[in-house]
């Protein structure tokens, strides 16, 4: 049977931006196909318009390899319409310190690597086609943290980031051909599971005086991926509430 809903590609679904993400999407009447380290609550299997969830390690290059042939299955030769690359990974101490370029070991980096940076690109090349048939567009969530130090953010996930937003421009011009749109979005200060109390101090540098939500980011993921923004390709949007501006 063919598929009327457009779909969605969407990994780290489980909790913070992902989640946010799915929900909005699956409000605009979209097919949501996941992937997380978690699964996910048992209330969110029954909407209709989540299809699949697909628990998964995308830091494992063989788990990355495996999702994209099980999601490619479950696309069956249909159009995908959009990948939204959200999987990432910004480690510390076990003392909460953040990890700079003189503390933590190589082994750390090339993980965070792997998952911020290597899986989008390789998620990107086994979506192509399924995204060529649909039109469709990527969105890669950066940072702001990788475009100035962060106080919190550590070096590997800060660099990790600004490679990816370097990745989205190289996707973009290669992408076209396809007729594939590829953007980035930015974050800045979002509230979720992952944000501790030291955070509140950044809320005097933020101009719109308040932390983002999760909600803010997604909608701005969602309209990027719509004809909205059929003419966008190549761009990063910071949703910082002005923050990247000072």
């Given at each position: 049977?063919?598929?009327?809903?457009?779909?969605?590609?969407?990994?780290?679904?489980?909790?913070?931006?992902?989640?946010?993400?799915v929900i909005r999407f699956m409000k605009e009447g979209w097919r949501v196909i996941s992937c997380a380290r978690q699964d996910i609550p048992e209330h969110c299997r029954r909407d209709p318009n989540w299809t699949?969830?697909?628990?998964?390690?995308?830091?494992?290059?063989?788990?990355?390899?495996?999702?994209?042939?099980?999601?490619?299955?479950?696309?069956?030769?249909?159009?995908?319409?959009?990948?939204?690359?959200?999987?990432?990974?910004?480690?510390?101490?076990?003392?909460?310190?953040?990890?700079?370029?003189?503390?933590?070991?190589?082994?750390?980096?090339?993980?965070?690597?792997?998952?911020?940076?290597?899986?989008?690109?390789?998620?990107?090349?086994?979506?192509?086609?399924?995204?060529?048939?649909?039109?469709?567009?990527?969105?890669?969530?950066?940072?702001?943290?990788?475009?100035?130090?962060?106080?919190?953010?550590?070096?590997?996930?800060?660099?990790?980031?600004?490679?990816?937003?370097?990745?989205?421009?190289?996707?973009?011009?290669?992408?076209?051909?396809?007729?594939?749109?590829?953007?980035?979005?930015?974050?800045?200060?979002?509230?979720?599971?992952?944000?501790?109390?030291?955070?509140?101090?950044?809320?005097?540098?933020?101009?719109?005086?308040r932390m983002g939500t999760t909600e803010d980011v997604a909608g701005v993921v969602y309209r990027l991926c719509t004809e909205d923004f059929a003419y966008v390709t190549g761009t990063e949007i910071f949703v910082?509430?002005?923050?990247?501006?000072?």
């Amino acid at each position: 049977m063919t598929e009327s809903r457009p779909t969605v590609i969407l990994t780290g679904a489980s909790q913070g931006i992902g989640h946010a993400t799915v929900i909005r999407f699956m409000k605009e009447g979209w097919r949501v196909i996941s992937c997380a380290r978690q699964d996910i609550p048992e209330h969110c299997r029954r909407d209709p318009n989540w299809t699949h969830h697909i628990p998964t390690d995308l830091s494992q290059p063989e788990a990355v390899d495996r999702f994209v042939e099980t999601a490619n299955a479950i696309l069956d030769g249909q159009p995908l319409h959009a990948l939204v690359n959200n999987a990432g990974v910004s480690p510390k101490t076990s003392y909460q310190e953040r990890l700079g370029v003189l503390n933590g070991a190589l082994d750390g980096w090339r993980a965070v690597f792997e998952l911020n940076f290597f899986a989008p690109l390789k998620l990107a090349r086994g979506f192509a086609g399924a995204l060529h048939r649909g039109k469709g567009a990527i969105v890669n969530i950066t940072s702001i943290a990788g475009h100035y130090v962060h106080p919190f953010a550590g070096s590997a996930y800060s660099t990790s980031k600004a490679a990816l937003s370097g990745l989205t421009r190289e996707m973009a011009a290669e992408f076209a051909q396809l007729g594939v749109r590829v953007n980035a979005v930015a974050p800045g200060e979002i509230k979720t599971e992952m944000i501790s109390a030291e955070y509140e101090a950044f809320i005097p540098r933020i101009p719109l005086e308040r932390m983002g939500t999760t909600e803010d980011v997604a909608g701005v993921v969602y309209r990027l991926c719509t004809e909205d923004f059929a003419y966008v390709t190549g761009t990063e949007i910071f949703v910082t509430g002005g923050q990247h501006l000072l």
